[in-house]
């Protein structure tokens, strides 16, 4: 456990808090890498492995971080109260030792889904030695966001045995909502042994240090000898005397977050500790002469951290005070060297200059600062303490005289928020000039170097041209990371804001290095990379410029753009520079004009709709089978994409105004095992939000149409296209938008999560849109979610709101009338005894109600199907009308009504799966099943393995239902295909054509299931390479339904097609059934009494 593989198999590295060569733990092992949580007997709050699990919580992750799905494992805290212990501690083994360079990458989570508000601490990790206290090494900042972010641990020079703990803090919370994953551990082993080249140090232990190194009080040979033999330099022990007289002269007390919990000398913690106050600089005198040399060079280490981190600066006071170095912002929690060179020819003082910010998080530090042999305190003075400084004075801008300082910078035109913000506010454009544009004169000083390792961004001023540019070059830290540099926050933006620039990697080798753009949100963090190039642009700096434009988008909070970079070889010729920065459009006021609102196709563009910045990942422009012609565009979200975090990718339209009800139409697309969901919401001006329509599960590789009402708004407001990364192998797509005044006509489907779909009541008050789980009234799961959560209509029909006899109805929007047969579906559910009759008419919008189903029979709780063919061709209706039974306390629900565009189907004819799914379907409880049954072709699968053909019509563009091999790691998950239920059998045939070749792992398992009890009917493995027939005689004493039970292999494709059942005949044709119970919802014999019906009624019409 000392980042050294001594063994060919790196076995002296496992769990040693990460596993083998690559010092990496992402538990998915259940071994943890050796990390191991502190409480006691395993009870109060406590660290635990944990995967999401099905369904989508509400705390915790959305997935893991390693592998992005439900299925990967993470480190998270329990739930906790006041009653338990409010510390939960996670220890790793015992590590050896570390270099001056290491650190600890990991991925962090901190969600406060409960609402109980987050503590100071919520999350921190300290460093534990046999010798000494422990001491803090990472704070992340206590804000709540349900996302992974990125935390980086510097550990640094630790010389013996080690344990990493990694701490919570809360009072109150939900479990999971303090999670950890993908860690990794970097640049932490010693110099390995090897000759040294020029400009490099020989350590005893035999590795080898640049030069520079030497003398720099830092351990980087790990033995000390680079530290040896350096009398000559002059050492400064400042923090070494007593600062009671600082305290007392700053009027402040110690405030313990707020400072380094470790010096750099020992990194321990062993350190003096104060805060300054805010809006103030401190500045230490040190009088220095030199002896017969005109230059001197001085090292030292700076802690500059958190929101309080204004900058510090290093100036030189002789005959004038100027400045000779600078550092400005927050660079992390850790201790970061500088190297400052003095040009002076007499007696100078040295002065330290610290900027605080009013804020409350983080604070400034400096330690272990040395001068170069040629430095000497001056005999000028009375020096108190030997090797130690004068004076050290903390004292408000205001009070420090201009003759004694360098004036300060004159007082801002604006307030801090207007700074920055992409408007000019003052007369001059003074709040816009020093943020970064190169378009103003002052322009590159708005970048602020935040490198902490061997190379950082320099500004380069070509005094023989009007070149300005930023470039990287060598730097004094010691870390191995890239050169940072970054913005004043800035924003919020508009929706069109781009960044232009031009950017060079020139030099001799074919591979120079890397360069990228990030932005870092003020409350996310570091976000993903809007832009990387990696290679070379040419050889000659002065051809090799490369012109680029990164869209920043709209965002809503202030942000800072920062560049990295990092030269392969820079002590060579190598060169990566920037310039000509300028923010296009950045104004968020600007809104690029729109011919076509919000009514869009995206063949040629977005129209009124852009990407939300502030989500997860975004939509993607889909080329080829699309709705609009075929061949055209769409937008979309892979779910199976595996570089995708997070849960959501948000499409926002642009600000809405009007009193007016609005309908959005679209077209859609849900496909896949496991795609997700879809979301459509209102977006307002406080940042609430609204859900109004949403669709789960696989809908088939086919378009669906899709109607959205948007009541009429007091406000403004954005809609919002929503893909839901709750499943993590399909893809989302939208096409064809539209957006106009009025009603929505009757949806083609209607789940009633979110609203009522436009379906009213009959003013009786009777009919009501809810769930369980908020009146504990009703059926206990709705049909769509299968939770207690989701939405349905139910109707009340106790005889004491509804005598026996009296009807409550139910009644759609209008729809519109088609020249074809319809079939509508829809799901209901009856709970108490006697809770009276449904009975589902289609009213003409001119005529007489036509009755299309009806049923009296007690379901005993359970939802089921029903349907019925409407042949009319005129605008029509839908009414649900619920007669009261004369019961108490009973109910009647409907839920997840649908239409197709043909006849309903003949439960005794074969389902050839070219008109749907003839009233089988996927569950969606995460109980039964992980997966869902897709449906297919081979004509329009693009992504997942086939079958060659269907069994029905034996072509491409016949359909089938398919279970495919992906590459995402759901294999041996399952899913469920359920039948509608079916009367009570002595023998009904069961019959059906299976693909699975004997190249695939997968596994076909044919069930009965009543009263939630499975019967086993057949197991399948594998098959022909062609498609095989199957039939089989079910048996049931009660009522029961067929599922097909699908497993999913490693590889191959499994399949279904042209199934079907005969109720009450067997495999040999024989009668089995005699008697069958009298019940009105034979769907097929009033579908046809219906089409009669609806006949005899034109006939009618027409003799009148």
Known sequence: CDFVCDCSDCSDEQDCGYRGRDFVCDFEDAGVCGWKDMATEGKGYMWERRQRGDPLPNSGPSSDYTIGTSAGWFMAVTAVNAESPRIAVLTSPTIHQSSPTCRLHLQYFIWDSGYTMLENSPLWAEVWTPEGQPFVVWRPENTTVRSWRKGIVFLGRIPGPFQIHINSRRQDGRSGDVAIDQLEFLDCALPATESCGDGHFQCKQGGCVEE????????????????????????????????????????????????????????????????????????????????????????????????????????????????????????????????????????????????????????????????????????????????????????????????????????????????????????????????????????????????????????????????????????????????????????????????????????????????????????????????????????????????????????DRRFQLEFRARALNPHSDARIAVKDVHYVECNPQYIPSTSDGLSCNFETDFCGWYQDQMDNYDWSVQNGLDHTIGKGKSLAVNMWNSTLRGLSGRLLSLSQNSLDEHCLSFFYKLYGPQTGALNVKLLFKDGSEQLLWTRFGAHGN??????????????????????????????????????????????????????????????????????????????????????????????????DVLPQGSETTLISPVRYGVTHTECVYFWYNMGGHNPGTLHVYVKPVDGERILIYSSDLNQEHDWHLGMGSVSWHGDWQLQFVVEGGGGKNTYIAIDDISFSTNSCPNTDKVCDLERGLCGWSNTQSHHLDQLDWELSNLLSETHYPTPPYDHTLHNERGHFLFLPHTLRDSATQNAWLLSPYLPPTKGTCLYFWVYQPVASDSKLVIWTLSKGAKTELLSITWTEETWQHFQLNVTSETDYQIVFEGFKGTKGVLALDDFGYTVGLNCAGEQTDQTTRTSSNNSGVIAASVVVAILLMVTLAVIL
């Open 212 to 555: 520079r190194a030497v003398c720099d009080g830092t351990d980087d040979c790990g033995d000390r000898t680079d530290e040896e033999n350096c009398g000559q330099f002059f050492c400064l022990e400042v923090f070494k005397t007593s600062i009671s007289d600082l305290e007392c002269k700053a009027r402040n007390c110690v405030v313990e977050a707020q400072i380094p919990k470790k010096d750099h000398t020992l990194n321990s913690d062993e350190i003096h500790k104060y805060k300054v106050a805010s809006n103030s600089v401190i500045i230490i005198f040190i009088w220095i002469y030199l002896n017969d040399y005109f230059s001197s060079q001085m090292v030292m280490y700076t802690h500059q951290f958190g929101g309080i981190s204004g900058g510090l600066s290093v100036l030189v006071a002789e005959k004038q005070i100027y400045p000779v170095w600078e550092r400005g912002g927050s660079l992390g929690d850790l201790w970061v060297k500088a190297e400052i060179e003095f040009v002076v020819n007499s007696t100078f003082q040295i002065l330290f200059v610290a900027a605080i910010r009013d804020k409350a998080y983080g604070g400034i530090a400096v330690d272990d600062i040395s001068l170069s042999p040629e430095c000497r305190l001056s005999n000028e003075i009375n020096c108190p303490f030997c090797c130690s400084f004068l004076s050290l004075v903390s004292l408000t801008t205001e009070s420090v005289r201009p003759e004694k300082f360098p004036k300060p910078p004159k007082k801002p035109c604006a307030e801090a928020s207007k700074i920055c913000d992409f408007t000019k506010d003052c007369p001059e454009g003074d709040d816009e000039a020093q943020c970064g544009d190169f378009s103003y004169k002052q322009g590159s000083k708005g970048w602020t170097d935040i490198s902490v390792g061997s190379q950082s961004w320099k500004i380069m001023e070509n005094a023989s041209s009007a070149d300005v540019f930023l470039y990287v070059g060598e730097s004094a830290g010691q870390q191995l990371t890239e050169a940072q540099t970054r913005t004043p926050p800035l924003g919020p933006s508009g929706l069109a804001c781009t960044l232009k620039f031009s950017y060079s990697l020139t030099g001799s080798n074919q591979h120079i290095g890397e360069v990228s753009l990030i932005v870092v949100d003020s409350v996310l963090g570091t976000l993903p990379r809007l832009w990387e190039f990696g290679g070379r642009t040419g050889v000659n700096e002065a051809e090799s410029w490369v012109n680029e434009e990164v869209y920043i988008g709209a965002r």
């Open 702 to 799: 086919v378009w669906q149409e899709g109607h959205c009402p948007v009541p009429q708004q007091m406000s403004s407001f954005q809609l919002v296209f929503e893909a839901l990364r709750s499943g993590f192998d399909g893809q989302v797509v939208i096409d064809d938008v539209a957006f106009v005044k009025g009603s929505c006509s009757l949806p083609t489907m209607c789940s009633f999560e979110g609203q009522r779909c436009g379906y009213t009541n009959n003013r009786d008050g009777l009919w009501v849109h809810q769930t369980w789980d908020g009146t504990r009234i009703g059926p206990k799961t709705d049909h769509s979610l299968e939770t207690e959560m989701g939405y349905y209509m139910l109707a009340h029909s106790g005889v």
